[in-house]
């Protein structure tokens, strides 16, 4: 092998083992650390439901809390990757998905566990998504696991976060519409 193809081969490793690397960089404390306050809408075919949110984000454990006016029918939902608590009253579940539990418990197929990462304007990370940008440069919309995702609205700060989003499959859709967020920093 001659030493200009070398060279040129050397030249294109680097370029793409540097290019991987910045596909690698560590979350932000604001990406793993979060919450937000807001309304969902939710719909299916038989019927359809609104209600408060306030979703609280630490690394991989989350609380979700959803109710309706003033604090009736409360639902808190806790849980990590491995274990998921739905709590309403007396009663009490537990799943090895946030999907399923909601699913099981309601009937609603949402994709909570796909939510954490859309309303931020991200995929899902490991799984297949098309994603279109808007003329400001962010994501406008997420075709990800049968799910079309249209973020309609950013607040605006110097790290945008989504204001308005919709989702919607064949058979279910939603609407959430963020009052507030928090990046929530933890003290070095």
Known sequence: MNSRLRLLIMAATMLLLSACSTFRTQPTPADLDWSFTGKMAIRNETEAQS????????????QIRLYGPLGQGEVIIKGNPQQVTLIKGDQRLESHSLNGLLYESTGMDLPLDHLQYWVRAKPMPFETHLANLNDSGQVSQIDQSGWTVIISDYFDETTPRPRKLSFANQRDSGKLVIREWNALTTPE
């Open 51 to 62: 209600f408060n949110v306030d979703w609280l984000q630490m690394g991989e454990t989350f």
